[in-house]
């Protein structure tokens, strides 16, 4: 769908990481987490293209003003990295954004009573809220590994943990849980039985999936690339397949056949 | 009061409207379905297709510039073959025109993709890519050399009796020339332009952007120069031309018919908004209407210097 949406708030949760809310259409309940959005900070041609970014949450309020239903919102959670970050940022409540969502295919959320493994590195968190929440209503047991280099880099953990959801934290330089990488963490606690989905930086999904691979563990991992439509339509977004040579290629489209992909599905040389 | 008349006519095509998809930027249009109704434009260009299915380039691909972006996409498609088994039988029910956009690695190439798609009825017609590089000739862009050109669009000319499209490449010296090699070798029609090469470069990593090293500069940012080679091109040659670059709204896809332009091809436009082909050709209409202008015909060239 391609809709105008209204921001209703815009928060800054850590320093450089904003958590945005829109309104949305009903229909957005029907999205799965693991898919995105591309979204149009400015009606003006710099910057010109739209900017992706996961679901990080949707649901229902009840707006203030009397006499209304209840509404869809959806939320983002983004890092200022650029151009367009950087206006996203200075939005505020009442200002009007252009999206289309959802794209992409999301999670898949496996069978029941296997334990669900999180694992979400940086902003690699924010499509990982939805997905937690989802699992939690399904009656899952949900464990999340968070990391990043220092403790402005775990985002929204209490939010996870009001869902229930079992956290562990580590960070690069010790200013928050654990001393050290996510993967290290996580290696302590692989075990059968276990389910993985991990968001972050490649060279974090790269381990994540050569260790779930190793241990036998099923892992899906939500990736990324510089998208310009993201809807198929540009194949400027493609991953190479895991049977990907010189001679018989195979490409992926994130925006299309991702983001969210099985680990031996890409290939990680 | 009467609607103002949009249709016009390329080559025997005949279009509801000027709006057409430029090829790249529209998949093979079912990609769309759900964003625009496929039936209210005017034409379709396909993705360019090959005589081999093509893996395209490696990553990163594409990099936004100041209103604009470079793509270094390498031609990736399903192969003829494939598109005409999957996806033009979905087109075959769509009631708007088809045309085809092809290349070829060689010559030879060219021509038998265009026999290919002769037999073909859901394919109104081809739009020839000479934007490319002769692997047989240390990788001479086709379209940069007049000889060349001729002998891409007379060998397709002689594989094909649909409507011929000579896509031009701006990257040249004299767009005028390559025009009028093209006019003389059989197109029926031309269209331009294709894209500007150009690159861009990370200083920090001190590497370039794109793993191509150079790509393909679309979007706002062309929309000047794609004007004046379709205003000087329509000074010269007599056959139908149809303008593409940097066309964002209606009144973008308007100063290209006054320059003489008797069709648009919307591109970068749909990755910002899906809809953009089927809005520009609504708001072309309306600006007609309210200016009390009858029909788009009359604004064919009608730039007054
Ligand atoms: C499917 C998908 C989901 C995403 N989800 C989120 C999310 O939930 N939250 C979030 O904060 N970000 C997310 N991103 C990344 C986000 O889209 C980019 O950070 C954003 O587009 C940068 O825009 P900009 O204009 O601020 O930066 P630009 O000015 O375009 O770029 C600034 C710097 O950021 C780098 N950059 C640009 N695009 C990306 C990218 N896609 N990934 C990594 N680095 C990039 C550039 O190389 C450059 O160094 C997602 C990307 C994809 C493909
Ligand atoms: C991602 C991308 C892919 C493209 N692929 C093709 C192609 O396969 N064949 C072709 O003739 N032109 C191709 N083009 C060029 C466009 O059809 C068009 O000529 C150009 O983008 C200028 O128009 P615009 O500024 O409206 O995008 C491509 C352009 C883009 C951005
Ligand atoms: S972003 Fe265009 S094909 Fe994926």
Not at chain 2, 153 to 162: F, I, W
Request: proline share 6%; glycine share 12%.
């Amino acid at each position: 769908m391609q809709f105008k949406s209204m921001v209703l708030s815009n928060v800054e949760v850590s320093p450089g990481y904003f958590r945005m809310r829109m309104t949305a259409p009903q229909e957005l309940l029907e999205s799965s987490p693991g898919q995105f959005l591309m979204l149009k900070v400015v009606d003006a041609i710099d910057p010109l293209l739209r900017r992706p970014f996961g679901l990080f949450d949707v649901g229902t309020f009840a707006p203030e003003y009397a006499g209304c239903g209840t509404q869809c919102y959806t939320e983002i959670l983004y890092k200022v990295v650029g151009k367009g970050t950087k206006m996203l940022s200075a939005l505020h409540h009442g200002d009007l954004v252009d999206l289309l969502t959802p794209l992409g295919k999301g999670f898949a959320a496996g069978p029941a009573g296997e334990e669900k493994v999180l694992v979400g590195g940086g902003i690699g968190l924010a499509p990982l809220y939805y997905l937690a929440k989802d699992l939690v209503m399904k009656g899952e047991k949900v464990r999340l590994f968070a990391g990043g280099r220092n403790r402005d880099d775990i985002l929204c953990i209490t939010e996870f943990e009001r869902l229930g959801v079992e956290t562990y934290v580590s960070t690069d330089d010790g200013t928050l849980g654990e001393r050290g990488l996510v993967t290290q963490v996580l290696e302590q606690h692989l075990g059968s039985g276990m389910r993985i989905f991990a968001c972050g930086p490649t060279p974090m999904l790269k381990a994540v999936a050569l260790m779930a691979q190793s241990h036998g563990v099923p892992c899906q991992v939500s990736m990324e690339a510089g998208m310009a439509c993201g809807v198929g339509a540009c194949l400027g977004c493609v991953l190479k397949g895991a049977n990907h040579t010189d001679e018989t290629p195979d490409y992926r489209c994130v925006c299309k056949d991702g983001p969210v992909f099985d680990s031996f599905e890409l290939q990680w040389s | 009061m009467t609607r103002p008349d949009m249709s016009v006519e390329i080559a025997g095509i005949k279009m509801r409207n000027p709006v057409m998809t430029a090829s790249g930027t529209f998949g093979y249009g079912a990609e769309f379905v759900g964003y625009l109704d496929l039936e209210s434009i005017g034409a379709m260009v396909s993705k360019g297709l090959s005589l081999k299915p093509k893996a395209g380039n490696p990553t990163p691909r594409i990099v936004e510039t100041p209103g604009g972006m470079l793509n270094a996409i390498g031609l990736q498609n399903v192969g003829v073959d494939a598109f005409i088994n999957q996806k033009l039988p979905y087109l075959k029910d769509v009631d708007t025109p088809v045309i085809v956009n092809l290349y070829g690695n060689t010559l030879e190439e060219y021509g038998e993709v265009a026999a290919r798609l002769d037999g073909q009825p859901g394919v109104a017609g081809i739009e020839v890519n000479i934007s490319c590089p002769n692997v047989m000739q240390g990788g001479i862009v086709f379209g940069t050399d007049p000889q060349a050109a001729q002998e891409v669009v007379r060998l397709v000319r002689n594989n094909t009796s649909k409507p011929m499209i000579v896509k031009l490449s701006p990257n040249v010296t004299d767009v005028v020339l390559m025009a009028k090699a093209c006019a003389d070798a059989g197109a029926d029609a031309l269209s331009l332009i294709n894209t500007l090469t150009g690159m861009a470069i990370d200083l920090d990593k001190r590497r370039p952007v794109l793993a191509n090293v150079t790509g393909g500069l679309s979007g706002p940012a062309i929309k000047p120069v794609a004007l004046r080679m379709v205003w000087q091109v329509a000074k010269a040659v007599k056959l139908p031309l149809i303008g593409i670059g940097g066309i964002m709204n209606a009144r973008d896809a308007l100063e290209f018919i006054l320059a003489g332009a008797t069709a648009i091809q919307v591109g970068t436009a749909s990755f910002l908004d899906p809809g953009a082909a089927q809005q520009i050709a609504r708001g072309m209409e309306a600006y007609l209407a309210e200016k009390g202008i009858p029909s788009i015909a009359s604004m064919i060239g009608a730039l007054e210097v």
